[in-house]
């Protein structure tokens, strides 16, 4: 199987709803005379009116909607609550009937139930709070949209 990368970053921060943005990297290796090199497709977009959580989400179902072939995944995420979701909760709300341990709906299960089926194609592992190379790139230019927009 091809093996993908998908980095994902969120400008909200904290709890609450407000204006801001998410962007994802994809990055795939393709072949080339010279050897393998790294392809990436790079996509930002609005989140007006969401929480940090919707918006990695949201970022999330925007990526894999884009990855067509059965791969590899790893996802690059720094939202701690996003990787816990993706890695032990996902699954039990699936067999939970979409609610919690409370026995409430899960917040936004259109998106996870999305997610969920675009992931059922591929072996899916998430990496949280780790430093990547296009880290630095990401926070620049989600911080530059968001000020395009004021």
């Given at each position: 199987?091809?093996?993908?990368?998908v980095?994902?970053?969120?400008?909200?921060?904290?709890?609450?709803?407000?204006?801001?943005?998410?962007?994802?990297?994809?990055e795939?290796?393709?072949?080339?005379?010279?050897?393998?090199?790294?392809?990436?497709?790079?996509?930002?977009?609005?989140?007006p009116?969401?929480?940090?959580?919707?918006?990695?989400?949201?970022?999330a179902?925007?990526?894999?909607?884009?990855?067509?072939?059965?791969?590899?995944?790893?996802?690059?995420?720094?939202?701690?609550?996003?990787?816990?979701?993706?890695?032990?909760?996902?699954?039990?709300?699936?067999?939970?009937?979409?609610?919690?341990?409370?026995?409430?709906?899960?917040?936004?299960?259109?998106?996870?139930?999305?997610?969920d089926?675009?992931?059922?194609?591929?072996?899916?592992?998430?990496?949280?709070?780790?430093?990547?190379?296009?880290?630095?790139?990401?926070?620049?230019?989600?911080?530059?949209t968001?000020h395009?927009?004021e």
């Amino acid at each position: 199987m091809k093996q993908v990368n998908v980095y994902l970053l969120t400008s909200q921060k904290g709890p609450g709803r407000r204006d801001g943005n998410w962007c994802f990297i994809i990055e795939s290796m393709l072949r080339a005379k010279d050897g393998e090199k790294p392809v990436t497709l790079t996509y930002f977009g609005q989140a007006p009116g969401m929480g940090a959580n919707e918006a990695e989400l949201t970022a999330a179902v925007m990526a894999f909607r884009r990855i067509h072939k059965e791969s590899d995944i790893v996802i690059f995420t720094r939202s701690k609550w996003f990787f816990q979701a993706l890695s032990v909760w996902l699954p039990e709300w699936g067999q939970n009937g979409w609610q919690t341990k409370k026995k409430e709906p899960v917040k936004h299960a259109d998106k996870w139930k999305e997610l969920d089926e675009l992931m059922k194609y591929h072996n899916v592992r998430a990496v949280c709070g780790k430093q990547h190379k296009y880290l630095e790139y990401m926070i620049r230019e989600i911080d530059r949209t968001v000020h395009s927009y004021e």
